[in-house]
């Protein structure tokens, strides 16, 4: 790599991450976001650093094993896992390419690309992990660990984020270039983002399975890292995962530059097929059948309604920016809280069951309804204008929603029984979930009409769809959490409900006026005495309750948010 090569492959990392950065500050939900990570990462390692300095661990009985080396590659592979997806929506290329692309070579875009990524993850993790290594710096008095634990850790990430570009630039050309996966990359996509951090959330909550990658090189680095430290390492692992992560890393930019010059330089069968899904017939068909395919299948009904549902699903199968951009992030958030929740519990997979439970109803409102107007586009006046009333239009915008909802049903209670549930704790569970998904659509809609959205919003670069607010989506998922996901925590936990509510009421929200004192310390006694009183319900009051209350309200409130967003579409004006 010559001198040239590197310092424009640098520049290129520079303007990237610039962008990166004005895209994060120029909207405050973005900053809030990447402010509270930063803040979770920073207090972890400020907590692990005070540890570390003020006992002062005695580390001369620890050793570099291969459970150590094995965590190292599950890393590295959620890494690759990430880096992967975003290559494939978001990076596939760099900005401004006309411009760039004749400017300098593939090889130093391609690199820069790496450089930028490997720059974005350390923008999360760099300040943290150098923390606790200056702790440990501190405790020990190895100043050497300093520079092999920085050169571990870059090997490690530009080795995982060349990989991913392999892969992520070979999916876009594959799809480019195959008319098949080019015509079902929105299913593909989709069922791709499930499995693998599905997979990765089921591997790292249930803490096995991963032993064995102790024997992959890549979790080498672990002993490369620990060389100065006074622990038990190996050289000869060390000099492996040097060897290993290095060649990936050397083998891995070229073969990264040749696809990518393939992707960004060749033809693209993805425009012919996009004019051909955009076409239906004209003659001795019904164009909405045409468009749907296999979709159009669907018990979707008849009459006005039936035909604004299939309509729904047409626009939502022609969106899978929208779809991504909603599917995403749930399964990321998914994956976290229940990392975070269940840790290193054995039998983790009790919270499957409900999580798909809850998982279903939300992404059946969010699909179709959370944002009614924004979803008709351009074509807005004409629907504001046609003669269909507004309780039709709103019927045919939540059946798409019940009925793929319906239809996906039957995998909670397969889940449930097979994840150890007893047969009447998979029919509450199923029960909740089958009231939750209509009165969740209903919900959508009328919050959708409140925060509507009608402008594009870039969800990848290049690619641009018409998402929900965040306003919405926020309030959406409160309201789907109380609805659902409240009835079946007090169905089969009635004893933690209890103990979470009486905390919330006697001690969270009596704690602002026990501050305050003076003329609201009377409101703060009288709260904790209501958490008190909480805490002593029977647990079955709890349980029937818990679950009664809050789908009768959920249902009512659904159907009051229907009634509200017919009235609200008639009289909207533009």
Same mark, same amino acid.
């Given at each position: $790599?010559?001198?040239?090569? &590197? ?11 610039r962008r990166s950065w004005r895209k994060v500050t120029d909207r405050l939900s973005q900053l809030l976001g990447l402010g509270f990570g930063l803040f979770v990462f920073a207090a972890g390692a400020a907590v692990v650093s005070y540890l570390l300095v003020?006992?002062?661990?005695? #580390? ?24 992967? =997806? ?10 401004a390419p006309d411009h760039l692309l004749t400017t300098v070579r593939p090889a130093t875009a391609v690199t820069g690309l790496v450089l930028a990524e490997t720059g974005r993850i350390l923008a999360y993790a760099g300040l943290p992990l150098l923390v ?6 501190? !405790? ?23 990989? *991913? ?25 989709? /069922? ?10 089921? %591997? =790292? ?9 102790? &024997?992959?090189? %890549? +979790?080498?680095?672990?002993? /490369? ?16 995962? &040097?060897? !290993? ?7 891995? #930019? ?20 996009? !004019? =051909?899904? *955009? ?24 009459? =006005? ?43 983790? !997979? ?38 269909? *009333? ?14 793929i909802g319906g239809l996906c049903l039957p995998v909670v209670p397969a889940l449930a029984l097979a994840t150890g549930f007893r047969p009447s704790d998979a029919v509450l569970v199923t029960a909740v979930t089958a009231v939750g998904i209509p009165a969740?659509? $209903? ?5 959708? $009409? ?22 919405? $989506? ?29 905390? #919330? ?21 009288? /709260?904790?005495?209501?958490? +008190? ?18 789908? *009768?309200?959920?249902? #009512?409130? +659904? ?16």
């Amino acid at each position: $790599m010559s001198i040239g090569h &590197l310092a424009g492959a640098l520049t290129v990392a520079r303007t990237e991450l610039r962008r990166s950065w004005r895209k994060v500050t120029d909207r405050l939900s973005q900053l809030l976001g990447l402010g509270f990570g930063l803040f979770v990462f920073a207090a972890g390692a400020a907590v692990v650093s005070y540890l570390l300095v003020t006992t002062s661990p005695d #580390l001369s009985d620890f050793a570099v094993s291969s459970g150590v080396r094995s965590a190292i590659v599950f890393q590295w592979f959620f890494v690759v896992a990430i880096i992967t =997806q975003r290559v494939v929506t978001v990076n596939p290329r760099p900005d401004a390419p006309d411009h760039l692309l004749t400017t300098v070579r593939p090889a130093t875009a391609v690199t820069g690309l790496v450089l930028a990524e490997t720059g974005r993850i350390l923008a999360y993790a760099g300040l943290p992990l150098l923390v606790v290594t200056s702790a440990l710096v501190y !405790t020990t008095g190895s100043v050497a660990t300093l520079p092999l634990v920085a050169l571990a850790l870059a090997l490690l990430f530009v080795s995982g984020v060349t990989v *991913a570009h392999v892969l992520g630039l070979t999916v876009k050309l594959a799809v480019a270039r195959i008319p098949v996966l080019a015509r079902n990359r929105t299913v593909l996509g989709t /069922l791709a983002v499930v499995v693998l951090f599905g997979g990765y959330t089921v %591997v =790292q909550a249930s803490g096995g399975g991963v032993s064995g990658l102790g &024997l992959v090189p %890549v +979790g080498w680095v672990a002993d /490369l890292a620990a060389l100065a430290l006074p622990v038990t390492v190996s050289p000869g692992h060390a000099a492996g995962g &040097l060897a !290993t992560t290095g060649l990936l890393i050397a083998g891995g #930019l070229p073969l990264a530059t040749r696809i990518a010059t393939a992707f960004w330089f060749g033809d693209s069968v993805t425009p012919e097929i996009e !004019t =051909q899904e *955009a076409t239906v017939e004209r003659v001795g068909t019904d164009p909405l059948a045409s468009g749907l395919g296999l979709l159009g299948r669907l018990p979707l009904g008849s009459g =006005q309604s039936g035909r604004i549902a299939r309509r729904t699903v047409l626009l939502a199968r022609r969106a899978p920016a929208k779809l991504s951009y909603l599917l995403l992030p749930f399964i990321i958030a998914g994956s976290v809280v229940l990392q975070a929740v269940v840790g290193e519990l054995t039998v983790p !997979t009790a919270v499957f069951a409900p999580g798909l439970a809850l998982a279903l109803p939300w992404i059946a409102g969010a699909a179709f309804t959370l944002n009614p107007l924004g979803d008709e586009g351009s074509v807005l006046p004409l629907t504001l204008t046609s003669p269909v *009333a507004g309780q039709t239009y709103i019927r045919g915008l939540v059946r798409p929603g019940i009925t793929i909802g319906g239809l996906c049903l039957p995998v909670v209670p397969a889940l449930a029984l097979a994840t150890g549930f007893r047969p009447s704790d998979a029919v509450l569970v199923t029960a909740v979930t089958a009231v939750g998904i209509p009165a969740a659509a $209903m919900l959508a809609t009328g919050i959708g $009409m409140v925060f509507p959205r009608t402008d594009t919003v870039q969800v990848s670069r290049g690619r641009e769809a018409i998402p929900p607010t965040a306003s919405a $989506m926020g309030l959406y998922s409160v309201a789907v959490g109380v609805v659902v996901g409240l009835p079946i925590a007090a169905g089969l936990e009635p004893t933690l409900v209890r103990t979470v509510a009486s905390g #919330l009421v006697g001690v969270l929200l009596a704690f602002p006026f026990a501050y305050v004192g003076g003329p609201l310390a009377g409101v703060a006694d009288a /709260l904790g005495s209501l958490g +008190g009183s909480i805490a002593g319900f029977d647990p079955a009051v709890v349980q029937w309750g818990g679950l009664v209350v809050p789908i *009768a309200v959920g249902v #009512l409130a +659904g159907l009051l948010s229907a009634r509200f967003a017919a009235r609200y579409v008639e009289r909207y004006t533009l």
